[in-house]
T-cell receptor
Framework: GESVGLHLPTLSVQEGDNSIINCAYS??????FIWYKQESGKGPQFIID?????DKRQGQRVTVLLNKTVKHLSLQIAATQPGDSAVYFC??????????FGTGTRLLVSP | DSGVTQTPKHLITATGQRVTLRCSPR?????VYWYQQSLDQGLQFLIQ???????AKGNILERFSAQQFPDLHSELNLSSLELGDSALYFC???????????????FGAGSRLTVL
C-alpha cells in the first residue's frame, strides 16, 4: 500500500513545528469531508472529519478548518513529529455515495 | 491491522492477461469499495457493493468487473491488462451502504499490480 512514487506536492517541516496542509475541493454541494493519512506500506487511515455545517473541528494534535466560501479545507498538525511523515489526502462526499479524493500532499518531517 | 484484508499484496503479470484481486471486509461491514491509486491520478473510485449488490459505479473500465459474494468478500477482476493498469488497488469497507455522516471507510493495505 505504499504511496512512494506518487507525483505529489511536498511539505517539509522540522520536528516540533506546526504543519498546515491545504486542499481545494470541487463540489459546493459536498456535505462531509475527511482527512486521511497514508503511510508507506499501508492503506489510507482516517484522521479527522468535518460536516459542512461546521467550520472547525479539533482532534488530538490535529485541527480541520473548512471554508465553504472558497471551497477550501485545511489540516493543521501541532508539534509535528517524525511519525507524522506520510501522504495526506482530503476527501469530499459529493452526495453520490462515493468519496472523491484530492491528489494528496506528502509531509516530510526532519528531526 | 485495519481489519480489511487484501490479497495478493503484489502481483506481476504481462499485458493481455487477466488477474483477480480479493478483499475481505472488516467484520460487520456490509459495504465494499474499490479504489485505484496510480502515479498521475491519485485515488480513483471504481465501484461499490452493498450486501452483494452493486451500489455505485465510478470510473471503472469495461475491462474491469467486480462482485461481492454472500460471505461479503469481494473480487475485482481485471482483464486484457495494459501497461497503464499498473497501480495500487485498494479495497475499503464500511458498515452501511451509503456514505453518510460518520460512516467512515476503512482501507486495506492494497494490492500492487505491475503489468509488464
Amino acid at each position: 500500500g505504499e504511496s512512494v512514487g506518487l507525483h505529489l506536492p511536498t511539505l517539509s517541516v522540522q520536528e516540533g513545528d506546526n504543519s498546515i496542509i491545504n486542499c481545494a475541493y470541487s463540489n459546493s454541494a459536498s456535505d462531509y469531508f475527511i482527512w486521511y493519512k497514508q503511510e508507506s506500506g499501508k492503506g489510507p487511515q482516517f484522521i479527522i472529519d468535518i460536516r459542512s455545517n461546521m467550520d472547525k473541528r479539533q482532534g488530538q494534535r490535529v485541527t480541520v478548518l473548512l471554508n465553504k466560501t472558497v471551497k477550501h479545507l485545511s489540516l493543521q498538525i501541532a508539534a509535528t513529529q517524525p511519525g507524522d511523515s506520510a501522504v495526506y489526502f482530503c476527501a469530499e462526499n459529493t452526495g453520490f455515495q462515493k468519496l472523491v479524493f484530492g491528489t494528496g500532499t506528502r509531509l516530510l518531517v526532519s528531526p | 491491522d485495519s481489519g480489511v484484508t487484501q490479497t495478493p499484496k503484489h502481483l506481476i503479470t504481462a499485458t493481455g492477461q487477466r488477474v483477480t484481486l480479493r478483499c475481505s471486509p472488516r467484520s460487520g461491514d456490509l459495504s465494499v469499495y474499490w479504489y485505484q491509486q496510480s502515479l498521475d491520478q491519485g485515488l480513483q473510485f471504481l465501484i461499490q457493493y452493498y450486501n452483494g449488490e452493486e451500489r455505485a459505479k465510478g470510473n471503472i473500465l469495461e475491462r474491469f468487473s467486480a462482485q461481492q459474494f454472500p460471505d461479503l468478500h469481494s473480487e475485482l477482476n481485471l482483464s486484457s491488462l495494459e501497461l497503464g493498469d499498473s497501480a495500487l488497488y485498494f479495497c475499503a469497507s464500511s458498515v452501511v451502504g451509503q456514505l453518510e455522516g460518520a460512516n467512515v471507510l476503512t482501507f486495506g493495505a492494497g494490492s500492487r499490480l505491475t503489468v509488464l
